[in-house]
């Protein structure tokens, strides 16, 4: 009986020592693994910015990771500073990205470029406007676009921060597909946003291509005139303004935002922040946060991501070729 009860005693120990081992594999096995860092790849206070810490605070207040959270702002260089912070992190860091990460590349500005990186979730999207002056006496944006075929130079295009972005890229698609000369369009470049709105009104240019929302309010209040689109279909809250479609030109162009993760994930890191990113944008918060933003719903998982940003750049690289800017 004594030796049976060392060798019960013994064989309880070894379970217990097989249960901890075990134990241990899984808590090395958990992921995120370390502090998640999201990183904003600009200054507190824009688009990336806002899109990070809503990203952040859901996964906070649902307990989507047992991790701290911490926000990373890293401007510069159109995104550049940031990118290139990521791709030498571990898989806890994720990043906020648009399609400057596209055309950066096609413009000679970045090295990086898709392939550099984990495509994990296109999140929402804004729209284009093509703007009027009150000024201008402009009507439609085929009505620009017949005036610039006829002659490229007799009107005035604003674009803020620079040429290459997708506001003057967006006008480029359009203005392509109704045959005018690109190469000879009079854009007027502005610092900021605020700086074109207000050259806007002023009718110091005479149409701008922008972000829906920065010119949302003053159409709605009869201070400028919008006259496109680049959606598929109207916007909720402006209906009255026709898509590129409605005028017979061919182009639907979308201002996105998503996130990204180093190169090589494996595929349960991946698959831990495709699972993530759905949850996210399925949360009420995320909802009330993109409508109080105007972004629309955009959703890919990472799958879908992979083969839209496949697609983007192809587009991307045709649409700066034709931009004159390469």
């Given amino acids: 009986m004594k030796k049976w009860g060392i060798f019960i005693i013994a064989l309880l ?3 217990s020592a097989c249960g901890k081992q075990k134990e241990s594999s899984a808590e090395k096995e958990q992921f995120p693994n370390e502090t998640v860092e999201i990183v904003a790849p600009a200054s507190p206070g824009g688009g990336w910015d806002t899109t990070a810490r809503a990203v952040q605070k859901i996964m906070i207040d649902n307990d989507l990771t047992e991790q ?8 510069g260089g159109g995104g550049e500073v940031g990118w290139q912070y990521l791709k030498s992190r571990s898989p806890n860091t994720i990043s906020i990205n648009s399609s400057l990460l596209l055309s950066n590349k096609e413009l000679g500005l970045s090295d990086l470029g898709t392939e550099d990186f ?62 005018v000369d690109v190469d000879k369009l009079d854009f007027l470049v ?41 959606s598929d279909k109207p916007v909720k809250g402006i209906e009255d303004v026709p898509t590129w479609k409605d005028q017979g030109i061919d182009v639907v162009f979308p201002h996105w935002r998503g996130v990204m993760g180093p190169k090589d994930m494996t595929p349960a890191e991946r698959k831990y922040w495709d699972e993530t990113m759905k949850k996210v944008v399925k949360s009420d918060s995320w909802q009330e946060i993109r409508k109080n933003n105007d972004w629309e719903n955009f959703y890919k998982d990472s799958e879908e991501s992979e083969k839209f940003l496949k697609s ?15």
Wanted: aromatic content about 4%.
């Fill in 13 to 15: 120990i070894t379970l």
């Fill in 68 to 75: 701290n959270i911490n926000v990373i702002n890293k401007p």
């Fill in 118 to 179: 984990t495509p994990i979730a296109i999140l929402a999207t804004e729209w284009i406007s093509l703007t009027a002056s009150n000024q201008s006496n402009l009507d439609s944006g085929k009505e620009v676009m017949e005036k610039l075929k006829k002659d490229p130079k007799s009107l005035t295009i604003g674009v803020a921060p620079g040429l290459g972005n997708n506001d003057h890229l967006a006008f480029v698609q359009a203005a392509k597909a109704y045959g």
């Fill in 190 to 230: 502005y610092k900021s946003g605020g700086d074109l709105q207000t050259a806007l009104l002023g009718g110091h240019v005479d149409v701008a291509s922008t972000a829906v929302s920065e010119v949302k309010e003053q159409h709605q209040t009869g201070k400028l005139k919008m006259l496109a689109v680049t």
């Fill in 312 to 326: 983007q750049q192809k587009k991307y690289k045709q649409l700066v070729k034709d931009s004159g800017l390469k």
